[in-house]
């Protein structure tokens, strides 16, 4: 059976009896709209747990003041079809005065915010979208004082958001353990996101450059090319031109270093606009 709860004590009431039974408990944080990605990560709590909790909230923190959070898809009836589908035990779904309180004071001269370290968050995503990182992780660290879980789930999809929950869970001290989930994509290689719906077919078109630049990348380095200036230009050249480079970058996953040259653990991230809609993809060499 799968359950809607809004409030945030009927999940913590939930949780104790599950702990009390000695089961381990999963969480997987979306912000809703789930697609074939979500469901993935998904699948997997369920293996790994004996139960599952979905929350499914778009946080208003995590949004600029011209970013879509107005605008971002709502669809809980059908995100909880999926879950029930699925047989998640608890499908989350608070409104934003149950989070945050009701007198809607959300900047951090009046809550408390997590700051994760500068030099991972001042880059990439975090450098077009200011404070983006740290209202992710003050919500995820709700969440997880929320459910308690013991294994929570991220898609690789978000590397630089997975790399920061990862951080944050050893640098608190969190007694829970990340698990990365593989990107999902479509057939033709557009990575799955909430955001797709917002393109229309020749945005779409021009989308599936994004990943062909991330797998031109991946073929030169198989054929021993190393250089990420090298590796830069050459997938520059496959961008569609009616795509907007916001950044493509090369950065150690171990330490999230800028490195020159790509070896086994570099990220390769790539975050870019067709039409009005901001996309971003990566590959992680293995
Ligand atoms: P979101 O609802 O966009 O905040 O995403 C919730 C979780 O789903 C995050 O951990 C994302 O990384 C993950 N996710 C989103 N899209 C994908 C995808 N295409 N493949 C794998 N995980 C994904």
Known sequence: MTILINKINDVKNNVKIWKQQGLKIGLVPTMGA????????????????????????????????NEDYDKYPRTIE????????NGVDI???PSTDEMYGENNKLSNTDLTFVCPPYNIV?????????????????????????????????????????F????????????????????????DGLALSSRNIYLNSEERKNAL??????????????????????????????????????????RNFDNFDKT????????????????KTRLIDNIIIR
């Open 34 to 65: 789930l697609h074939k990605g979500h469901e993935a990560l998904i699948k997997k709590a369920l293996e790994m747990c004996d139960k599952v909790v979905v929350s499914v909230f778009v946080n208003p923190i995590q949004f600029g003041p």
């Open 78 to 85: 059908n995100d909880f079809s999926i879950c029930l589908k």
């Open 91 to 93: 499908v989350f779904a």
């Open 122 to 162: 001042d880059c990439m995503c975090g450098k077009s979208r200011p404070g983006h990182f740290d209202g992710a992780a003050t919500v995820v660290l709700k969440l997880f004082n929320i459910v308690s879980p013991d294994f929570a789930f991220f898609g690789q999809k978000d590397a630089q958001q997975l």
């Open 164 to 187: 920061i929950i990862t951080k944050m869970v050893k640098d608190l001290n969190l007694d829970l353990t990340i698990i990365p989930c593989p990107i999902v994509r479509e057939q």
């Open 209 to 250: 450059t994004i990943n062909k630049a991330l797998k031109q990348i991946e073929n030169l380095y198989r054929q021993g090319i190393k250089d990420t200036k090298v590796l830069f230009d050459s997938a520059i050249s496959v961008l569609d031109k009616n795509i907007e480079l916001e950044y493509l970058e090369f």
């Open 260 to 275: 020159d040259e790509i070896q086994k653990n570099t990220l390769v991230a790539i975050a870019a606009k067709s039409g």
